[in-house]
């Protein structure tokens, strides 16, 4: 065994040797160096941080955190080791783990394969250990070494997904299969912060996953701009939006289940005045309110307010965008907020009207986009609130996305004289804002109506 000294030595060798390689510039490499030592520095890394896994399992196993002041070896690493407090504890878990799986250990060790390799293994195996309490050594050691010849081969998402399979292999009846597929753990929790935004977490089943990803992939596919300008939303902003339009789809889609006597829907109380007359907009570009404006509205009516069955306060501007295709339940309020009238549900935009705007737009008729019918609403060009008549003439079939987007952008559609929607852009997308045609329409010799 390596005296300490000798071992030391090597440590600071090793720092010395990493050091000077920041001051070099990768732009004065060759092709072949520059690929050459991306792939070394890979090795080394994986060197590195094996041996920093093995030295923090040493440091926990010694307590030396106690002696730093720490709490524990990952609040430690994550003080003083520059790690998130999530990689320090996965650190020492795989650490610890790796003492029993010494196939993992040793290829760790000399860097053939990563940390995160040796994690997703261990995860495997830590979770075959827990479905499977009474395995034979000798089956665990063969799923040690198909992880490992995963890891040599392969990413770390590879070695997850095989880990999987021998779960599901090694599973017994009992077990009712394993922790990934029990939909008893499942949770969903919405929460709201000050801001009034909410904030979504769910633990689910792979089934239960399997299917949010079905339907969100579609609705969450970027959406490249007419010129073909790539979308520039975040991958979590799409599938936010994605998520906004499935709830849109369920919910027009009247299948579930009845609550209170009615279907599922969105109850809005607002005035009739403050539909129309645009209210304030709360969350849009408009310039933000001064102090003499927010004591103005401390002492405004209730009347005036715009709120949500669920969740409270609305803005108006979003109000009147909801407003575009729904069932609209006209209440009549006094000056105490007490109905005096409560008028019949009606359908703002009836199946034969619907059925013939999805006939003339074929899918949302935004520029560029062309979603199915079925993801789409049909707006009121001119708001049924300010008087719009719910005809062809006036409706155009829009996605989600593209309904906030006219709603709250600075894009205008009409209908030409062709009877097809059109659409002007701001004058960032074309300072002559010359108009485009509907997506379904789109193509040479298309000239503005």
Same mark, same amino acid.
């Given at each position: 065994?390596?005296?300490?000294?000798?071992?030391?030595?090597?440590?600071?060798?090793?720092?010395?040797?990493?050091?000077?390689?920041?001051?070099?510039?990768?732009?004065?490499?060759?092709?072949?160096?520059?690929?050459?030592?991306?792939?070394?520095?890979?090795?080394?890394?994986?060197?590195?941080?094996?041996?920093?896994?093995?030295?923090?399992?040493?440091?926990?196993?010694?307590?030396?955190?106690?002696?730093?002041?720490?709490?524990?070896?990952?609040?430690?690493?994550?003080?003083?080791?520059?790690?998130?407090?999530?990689?320090?504890?996965?650190?020492?878990?795989?650490?610890?783990?790796?003492?029993?799986?010494?196939?993992?250990?040793?290829?760790?060790?000399?860097?053939?394969? %990563? +940390? @995160?390799?040796? !994690? $997703? *293994?261990?995860?495997?195996?830590? /979770?075959?250990?827990? =479905?499977?309490?009474?395995?034979?050594?000798?089956?665990?050691?063969?799923?040690?070494?198909?992880?490992?010849?995963?890891?040599?081969?392969?990413?770390?998402?590879?070695?997850?997904?095989?880990?999987?399979?021998?779960?599901?292999?090694?599973?017994?009846?009992?077990?009712?299969?394993?922790?990934?597929?029990?939909?008893?753990?499942?949770?969903?929790?919405?929460?709201?912060?000050?801001?009034?935004?909410?904030?979504?977490?769910?633990?689910?089943?792979?089934? %239960? +996953? @399997?299917?949010? !990803? $079905? *339907?969100?992939?579609?609705?969450? /596919?970027?959406?490249? =701009?007419?010129?073909?300008?790539?979308?520039?939303?975040?991958?979590?902003?799409?599938?936010?939006?994605?998520?906004?339009?499935?709830?849109?789809?369920?919910?027009?889609?009247?299948?579930?289940?009845?609550?209170?006597?009615?279907?599922?829907?969105?109850?809005?109380?607002?005035?009739?005045?403050?539909?129309?007359?645009?209210?304030?907009?709360?969350?849009?570009?408009?310039?933000?309110?001064?102090?003499?404006?927010?004591?103005?509205?401390?002492?405004?009516?209730? +009347?005036?307010?715009?709120?949500? *069955?669920?969740?409270?306060?609305?803005?108006?501007?979003? =109000?009147?965008?909801?407003?575009?295709?729904?069932?609209?339940?006209?209440?009549?309020?006094?000056?105490?907020?007490?109905?005096?009238?409560?008028?019949?549900?009606?359908?703002?935009?009836?199946?034969?009207?619907?059925?013939?705007?999805?006939?003339?737009?074929?899918?949302?008729?935004?520029?560029?986009?062309?979603?199915?019918?079925?993801?789409?609403?049909?707006?009121?060009?001119?708001?049924?609130?300010?008087?719009?008549?719910?005809?062809?003439?006036?409706?155009?079939?829009?996605?989600?996305?593209?309904?906030?987007?006219?709603?709250?952008?600075?894009?205008?559609?009409?209908?030409?004289?062709?009877?097809?929607?059109?659409?002007?852009?701001?004058?960032?997308?074309?300072?002559?804002?010359?108009?485009?045609?509907?997506?379904?329409?789109?193509?040479?010799?298309?000239?503005?109506?």
């Amino acid at each position: 065994m390596e005296s300490g000294a000798v071992t030391t030595g090597a440590v600071t060798e090793v720092s010395t040797q990493v050091m000077r390689l920041t001051p070099l510039a990768v732009t004065d490499f060759t092709d072949q160096e520059l690929v050459d030592s991306v792939a070394d520095m890979v090795t080394a890394r994986a060197v590195i941080d094996g041996f920093i896994t093995r030295a923090a399992g040493e440091i926990d196993r010694r307590e030396l955190s106690r002696k730093f002041g720490a709490s524990s070896t990952a609040a430690w690493l994550s003080n003083s080791g520059h790690l998130d407090r999530g990689h320090a504890n996965r650190t020492v878990a795989v650490a610890h783990a790796l003492t029993s799986l010494p196939l993992l250990a040793a290829a760790l060790q000399v860097g053939d394969i %990563t +940390a @995160e390799h040796a !994690h $997703s *293994a261990v995860t495997a195996i830590t /979770a075959i250990d827990d =479905a499977c309490p009474e395995l034979d050594p000798s089956a665990r050691t063969a799923a040690e070494q198909i992880l490992l010849d995963v890891a040599l081969a392969g990413p770390p998402s590879k070695v997850a997904a095989r880990g999987q399979e021998l779960l599901l292999a090694l599973s017994t009846p009992e077990v009712d299969g394993c922790a990934a597929e029990d939909m008893t753990r499942n949770q969903l929790t919405v929460t709201r912060n000050r801001s009034g935004r909410h904030i979504v977490r769910g633990d689910f089943d792979i089934e %239960t +996953a @399997e299917k949010l !990803h $079905s *339907a969100l992939s579609g609705l969450s /596919a970027p959406l490249p =701009a007419e010129d073909g300008t790539p979308d520039d939303r975040s991958p979590a902003r799409r599938r936010a939006d994605g998520f906004a339009d499935l709830l849109d789809a369920y919910l027009g889609s009247g299948a579930g289940p009845a609550e209170g006597g009615v279907k599922p829907h969105l109850t809005l109380t607002a005035s009739v005045r403050e539909l129309a007359d645009g209210g304030h907009c709360q969350g849009c570009t408009c310039a933000p309110a001064t102090a003499e404006q927010v004591a103005a509205g401390a002492k405004m009516d209730r +009347a005036g307010r715009v709120a949500l *069955a669920w969740l409270g306060p609305f803005s108006t501007v979003s =109000a009147r965008l909801l407003a575009c295709d729904c069932d609209i339940t006209a209440i009549t309020l006094d000056d105490s907020d007490v109905p005096v009238n409560l008028g019949r549900t009606e359908r703002v935009v009836p199946a034969k009207p619907r059925r013939a705007v999805v006939a003339r737009d074929e899918g949302c008729a935004m520029p560029g986009c062309g979603r199915p019918a079925a993801w789409c609403v049909a707006h009121h060009i001119e708001h049924w609130i300010d008087g719009g008549a719910t005809d062809l003439a006036n409706l155009v079939l829009l996605c989600g996305h593209h309904h906030r987007v006219i709603h709250h952008g600075e894009w205008v559609v009409y209908i030409g004289d062709d009877g097809h929607p059109w659409f002007i852009p701001p004058a960032t997308v074309d300072p002559f804002r010359q108009p485009i045609p509907a997506h379904n329409r789109a193509g040479p010799g298309r000239a503005a109506a």
